[in-house]
């Protein structure tokens, strides 16, 4: 059986690259996820991406790796990676929301099992209309 992991990033749209780009981003990404068994929720508040991950270890280790060579990203920064917590946060391959104030704050600040948490609290402050699909799968809430 193939070890289950999660992982949750933090990054920067990287100088110069236009925050239209965003859009082809998450239609590429949900078809990939789809044929790698990727559960995701990208959250983007227009300058920062952060985004948690469930699947295989393997897969992951290859998406994080691909993450922070595209050049769209800067400063990518790895929150918290491990073992499944409990249920993932979401049964879709990618959910995309929008965070339009300084929720994102709480979560660059913290590390390891901290940022996921930070994570999971913000789910409920997203943008309702993107967020939607994700707020009816999140455990806990």
Known sequence: MTERREL?????LAGGVSPACVGGIVRHA???????GIRSVLVFDGWRFCQYFSGSAGA???LAQRLQADA???DFTLLHTGPPSGAPLVALPLVFALCYDAGLDAVAAARGAEALDAFRRLLPQLDASTAEPLLKRVSGF
Do not use: D, P
């Open 72 to 74: 769209r990203h800067a």
């Open 8 to 12: 949750l990033y933090l990054s920067a």
């Open 60 to 62: 992951l280790e290859t």
């Open 30 to 36: 949900r078809s990939r996820n789809v044929g790698r």
